[in-house]
Nanobody, 127 residues
Framework: QVQLVESGGGLVQAGGSLRLSCAAS????????MGWFRQAPGKEREFVAG????????AYADSVKGRFTISRDNTKNTVTLQMNSLKPEDTAAYYC????????????????????WGQGTQVTVSS
């Protein structure tokens, strides 16, 4: 059974930090890249950050570049998203996801390229 479980969301003031974690089970974690997406009410789900299978290549949305950092620990089957200098516009439900294709060197930002998703964790940033 493939399962992705996010944690670490919460309420934080603008300028603060949060660290999201995604625990993976039931899949060959080390053979796949991982991605983080977010979705605010009434808006489309958007790509936030991604990391390839080896951890040597990362990609970020322009809106979070320089503030967010994605990383992975294959020994623990976890992927994290460190979020610094948070802004109210970062408010959304955040989801981790696994791409359809294993052993990809590049990171794909299209939601349709991912086949398994976590349940989401809410991040709310107040001004």
């Amino acid at each position: 059974q493939v399962q992705l479980v996010e944690s670490g969301g919460g309420l934080v003031q603008a300028g603060g930090s949060l660290r999201l974690s995604c625990a993976a089970s039931g899949l060959a974690f080390s053979r796949y890249g991982m991605g983080w997406f977010r979705q605010a009410p009434g808006k489309e789900r958007e790509f936030v950050a991604g990391i390839n299978w080896s951890g040597g290549n990362t990609a970020y949305a322009d809106s979070v570049k320089g503030r967010f950092t994605i990383s992975r620990d294959n020994t623990k089957n976890t992927v994290t998203l460190q979020m610094n200098s948070l802004k109210p516009e970062d408010t959304a439900a955040y989801y981790c996801a696994r791409p359809r294709i294993l052993y990809l060197s590049a990171v794909n930002s299209a939601a349709g390229s991912y086949d398994y998703w976590g349940q989401g964790t809410q991040v709310t940033v107040s001004s």
